[in-house]
């Protein structure tokens, strides 16, 4: 059994930042997460995508971000079940919770902090048969390196922003960039999608519309891909390709969660905005992209916001009638658990004559 103060679900920029929030507050942090790494949506879906409304970091890749939220809260070593996904959770006689992951690691803790963002989010795929026995064969829903298509023929499907940055950030990298999209429009941005008509008029993208990817060709991996063309006539041929990669967007499912007997309005939780996020069940937070309340912009920096506030309420719940004292961490310095310390150096007063 894993004991700590707050169980985090889900180790995205929330999670990640709760960890920093309840170390000053001397409170010890376990984070699960379905996926293998950290970092949720900024390392899985765009890692190498600037960010340019985090405050104080005009630019940053959301891979880098990931990388500044693990070193800051590093110091209040939290613990980590990565590659498991929690499916129960079981209320104790003492009110602390049991959640059980779907490999059965066990982990108990006073207050759990659900920061599921978009829930175990599964890539749309389109409906081609043999379409599974290609994933990871050349067939990829989400780009994670675009450095593994360099020099190489890639098809990219779909009609959305996805679609359109992906193909003309490839066209500096690949070989050759495919774009196919069963409509003549698309319903990106105007920008990205002058650019993708200029890089066509340069020869830099093949653009291929209306059409559909009907199968894959290779023997071990991706060789080609058939598609349809319906301008006039339907007509069907080959595109040869070491990669096709359709970005149809994710479909987000908050999974297990779902069923713990929590409110849910539009996929989301249902959270107490006016005072600490919590859920209808106390003890249960939910901060994040994953809840929701009048007025709720799912942006990482509300996520950061959320996290703070609900950690002084868990506090609460784990330290009942001791008072907290806000203390600004210029003044107050941080005592990592891991034995070291931060402080500013004293102020250097210069006496009034
Ligand atoms: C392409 C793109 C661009 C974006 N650009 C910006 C931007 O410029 N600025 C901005 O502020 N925001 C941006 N966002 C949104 C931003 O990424 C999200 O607001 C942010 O990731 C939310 O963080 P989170 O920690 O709440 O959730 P997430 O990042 O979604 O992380 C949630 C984690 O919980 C895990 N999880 C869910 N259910 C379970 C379970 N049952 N068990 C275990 N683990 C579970 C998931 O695997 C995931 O890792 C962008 C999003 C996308 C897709």
Partial sequence: MIKTDILIIGAGPTGLFTVFEAGLLKLKCHLIDALPQAGGQCSEIYPKKPIYDIPAYPEILAGDLTEKLLEQ???????????????????????????????????????????????????????????????????????????????????????????????????????????????????????????????????????????????????????????SQSQHIEKEFEIECDHFIPLFGLSPKLGPIANWGLEIEKNAIKVNNALDYQTNIPGIFAIGDVNTYPGKLKLILCGFHEATLMCQAAYQIINPGKKYVLKYTTVSGIDGFDGTRKEAPKAVVKAIE
């Fill in 73 to 227: 809260c590093k110091q209040f070593e939290p613990g980590f079940t990565l590659g498991e996904r929690a499916e129960t959770i079981e209320k104790q006689e003492d009110g602390s919770f049991i959640v059980t992951t779907n490999r059965g690691t066990k982990h108990q803790a006073p207050v759990v902090a659900i920061a599921g963002g978009l829930g175990s989010f599964e890539p749309r795929k389109p409906l081609i048969d043999n379409i599974l026995s290609f994933e990871d064969k050349g067939v990829e829903y989400i780009i994670k390196n675009p450095e593994i298509y360099r020099n190489k023929r890639v098809v990219i499907a779909g009609g959305g922003d996805s679609a359109l940055d992906w193909s003309i950030f490839l066209s500096d990298v690949a070989k050759e960039v495919t774009l196919i999209h069963r409509r003549n429009e698309f319903r990106g941005h105007l920008d990205s999608v002058e650019k993708v008509q200029e890089l066509k008029n340069k020869g830099k993208i093949n653009l291929v519309t209306p059409a559909e990817v009907m199968n894959i060709v290779g023997h071990h991996k991706v060789e080609a891909v058939v598609v």
